[in-house]
């Protein structure tokens, strides 16, 4: 089914309430496909998530933009591919106006006193997380959930991120209560993967 998309209404942050327990799953989805359905999932279901917040960024800044297919287009695909009512497709950071997590962080944080966020990202985005701008004040921030994925299950561990945030893993079979604990605090969450990516896709050999 087609799905229509006026982008004005993606750009304002979703509704949440007081205490609901909140995942920030943010992505280029250029195009999103079911190894993102599959971790917003498993995300909802081990942290006990009220809401997941399936951000759809205007531009990662470490990847070139020139690829991107137009940000309505990845919102109209997210919302087909999306069907929980837990999921709320968004793309404020657009009129926030940064691909910047941290000052995305600040902004949500700020504007939602006694929500409980957990950032939820794939093992692949740790190994490159020592890149992202004040990534330390990001994990200082909010707890953090690592999705496994295929090809970045071992490897994660030796990044410099998950090396300097050693300390505060906590194991993954108390990842129930990571949105309610104090950060720096990070769990890695094992279960089924996928291998599915966009750049296959994009390429015309997507795999599963
Ligand atoms: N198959 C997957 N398993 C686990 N995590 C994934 C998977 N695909 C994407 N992710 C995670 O979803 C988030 C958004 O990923 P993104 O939109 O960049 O998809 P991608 O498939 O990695 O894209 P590309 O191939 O263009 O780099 C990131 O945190 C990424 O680690
Ligand atoms: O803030 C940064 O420096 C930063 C660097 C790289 C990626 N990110 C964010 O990480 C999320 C995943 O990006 P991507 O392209 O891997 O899907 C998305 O929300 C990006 O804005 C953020």
Known sequence: MTVEVALQSYLTMPHVERGMVVGLFGGSFN???D???????????????DQLWWMVTPGNPLKSRSILLPLEERIRLSEELTRNRRIRVTAFEE???????AQTIDHVLSRNPGVHFVWIMGADSLKTFHRWQ????IAASLPIAVIDRPGATLSFLSSPAARALSHSRI???DAGILAHRTPPRWTFIHGPRSSLSSTAIRQGTPGN
């Not at 190894?35 to 998530?49: M, N, S």
């Not at 009129?95 to 997590?101: D, H, P």
């Open 95 to 101: 009129r926030l106006q940064t691909g910047f997590t």
């Open 134 to 137: 004040r990534w330390r004040h």
């Open 171 to 173: 194991d993954e079979s």
């Open 31 to 33: 195009p999103p496909h």
């Open 35 to 49: 190894g993102h359905r599959l971790v917003a999932e498993i995300a909802l279901k081990q942290l006990r998530l």
